[in-house]
């Protein structure tokens, strides 16, 4: 049977660091970082991250600021939200809520994010930065794959990884991250052929498609670490993208769905936002 590796003790570690660098903040200097989210349009599941994001950072002692506009917004209108944020000395993390209604150029909007207020870490220079090993801000669930291997001691170093999509968000940045930890990384996506034998050589097995159980059995090496970065509502519950039953029965080490890589998402983002701030003060 496969270890499970769980997610919400190492949020709840990086959740209480920050807690305490924040109130001792507030006693030295009197002031705490500021995180502004821009919500567009009345999307349910989007204005229920908007709130755990909300409760996350009210937790952790962080002023909480939202930005809420309507459906019909233009991207000229959401632009110049980010920039009266931008301009705002009290926010110091800016994270543009996604999806945004289909009318709406995404990438202008990212654009016009401050790369020092870009908690999501989705700027181009942001991702410049990830790619050329700089020191930035990182999107927070590939982080949060990275800060659990370490947590479970999951040895990357020489081992043959391969991630599972190649989205900006996950996918992308997680298999850079994981090569710069000296790793040897694939990426298999929608055009790879004969997907299914490259992930069967992984030592380090990342799923981050957006397909509910994509990854079966076929997928996994015996003996390998499985990150499930999926979540998804079914008829059958919550599933992530790889068949559960198969990677306990298969994988040495695996973080389910739910409580896997989902609470981390969150507390990375309370980590990115201290760290904007502590750049943005000089700390």
């Not at 809420?68 to 543009?96: M, W, Y």
């Not at 519950?237 to 039953?245: A, C, E, F, L, P």
Request: charged fraction near 20%.
């Amino acid at each position: 049977m496969a270890q499970k590796l769980l997610g919400k003790p190492v949020a709840a570690e990086i959740r209480e660091r920050v807690k305490t660098y924040v109130a001792e903040e507030r006693r030295q200097r009197g002031t705490v970082p500021g995180l502004a989210v821009v919500l567009v349009g009345e999307d349910a599941p989007s204005q229920i991250y908007v709130g755990l994001k909300h409760q996350a950072a009210v937790a952790a002692g962080m002023r909480s600021i939202e930005r809420r506009l309507p459906e019909q917004s233009r991207t000229e209108d959401v632009r110049a939200v980010v920039e009266a944020l931008n301009q705002d000395p009290g926010v110091n993390g800016i994270l543009v809520q996604f999806p945004l209604p289909p009318h709406i150029d995404r990438q202008p909007i990212l654009d016009h994010i401050d790369a020092k207020k870009d908690v999501d870490g989705l700027t181009r220079l942001s991702q410049g930065s990830l790619a050329q090993n700089i020191p930035g801000l990182r999107p927070c669930t590939a982080v949060g794959i990275m800060d659990i291997l370490a947590h479970y001691h999951i040895p990357v170093a020489g081992r043959r990884a391969v991630v599972i999509g190649r989205s900006a968000l996950v996918g992308l940045p997680a298999a850079l991250m994981l090569m710069q930890k000296q790793a040897t990384v694939t990426i298999v996506h929608s055009r790879t052929l004969g997907s299914a034998d490259i992930a069967r050589q992984a030592d380090i097995l990342v799923a981050a498609a957006g397909r509910p159980g994509l990854v079966d059995g076929t997928w996994i090496k015996p003996g390998a670490v499985v990150v499930d970065v999926g979540i998804h509502r079914t008829d059958h519950g919550i599933v992530g993208d790889v068949v559960s039953q198969h990677a306990e029965e298969l994988a040495s080490a695996v973080t389910p769905v739910p409580g896997g890589i989902g609470p981390m998402t969150i507390a990375e983002l309370m980590q990115n936002t201290w760290l904007a701030y502590c750049d943005q003060v000089g700390r």
